[in-house]
């Protein structure tokens, strides 16, 4: 809502009145001060534990709320809240999954997505790239996308090019991901960090979705490939 408020507010007078309200909801209510951000959820736990989806579209919000010159600080924020992905990203490059965003780590890192990272990661950190100039977002989106093609903990490639199949993720095996969650949120709160997973605790998500190529366009279209690359 306040990306598209953002495109529209020069437009429509009611998008002004609106974005402002959200605007003070997103940094009074939602931002921690760890300077990750709380998902928006009517219970404290759900709350505190929000996902890398609820991280990636706050960057974009924040990153496209500063090119607009919308809110006050929003490059600032923005950048402090990449900054804390890039520490929390896996050493393969991997994004993970839940975040403790008052203490400011990861809590569960399965499931990690395909679309995360080659896609929604390079989204938001291209666009925060291209404001700033800071070479450290297009090198973290940059670091995420051999995940996808093997350099992972099953060293499998999930772009199957021959089939033109995109596997979902790499995932806890569902007898696993429920204690798995909830075991990783008592040792994170504990000893702040949560529990190792062995490779045989995970598997490929053998799915897709559709809206994962649409994802790609909006992330990589019109831009110069070579200079994400060279960065």
């Keep these: 809502m306040v990306i598209g408020l953002a495109h529209a507010v020069h437009s429509h007078t009611a998008a002004e009145s609106l974005l402002g309200r959200l605007t003070v909801h997103l940094q009074g209510d939602r931002r921690a001060s760890s300077g990750l951000y709380f998902h928006d959820a009517?219970?404290?736990?759900?709350?505190?534990?929000?996902?890398?989806?609820?991280?990636?579209?706050?960057?974009?919000?924040?990153?496209?709320?500063?090119?607009?010159?919308?809110?006050?600080?929003?490059?600032?924020?923005?950048?402090?809240?990449?900054?804390?992905?890039?520490?929390?990203?896996?050493?393969?490059?991997?994004?993970p999954w839940i975040f403790d965003a008052g203490r400011g780590i990861v809590v569960e890192r399965y499931e990690i997505y395909t679309v995360h990272q080659d896609a929604m990661a390079p989204m938001?950190?291209?666009?925060?790239?291209?404001?700033?100039?800071?070479?450290?977002?297009?090198?973290?989106?940059?670091?995420?996308?051999?995940?996808?093609?093997?350099?992972?903990?099953?060293?499998?490639?999930?772009?199957?090019?021959?089939?033109?199949?995109?596997?979902?993720?790499?995932?806890?095996?569902?007898?696993y991901q429920r204690v798995a969650l909830a075991a990783n949120a008592f040792t994170s709160g504990l000893i702040g960090r949560p529990l190792r997973a062995g490779a045989a605790a995970v598997e490929v998500n053998e799915t897709s979705r559709p809206y994962h190529l649409g994802w790609i366009l909006e992330a990589w279209a019109g831009r110069d490939v070579g200079a994400v690359l060279s960065a």
Aim: proline share 4%.
């Design 124 to 175: 938001a950190l291209l666009d925060l790239w291209e404001l700033t100039g800071d070479k450290r977002w297009a090198r973290a989106a940059v670091h995420g996308l051999a995940w996808s093609r093997g350099r992972n903990e099953l060293h499998t490639d999930l772009i199957d090019l021959e089939k033109q199949f995109a596997h979902r993720s790499i995932r806890r095996r569902p007898a």
């Design 42 to 95: 009517t219970t404290r736990i759900r709350r505190r534990l929000p996902n890398f989806a609820t991280e990636i579209y706050t960057l974009l919000a924040l990153t496209t709320l500063a090119r607009k010159d919308l809110l006050p600080g929003a490059q600032d924020s923005a950048e402090e809240l990449a900054g804390c992905l890039v520490r929390l990203q896996l050493p393969d490059g991997g994004w």
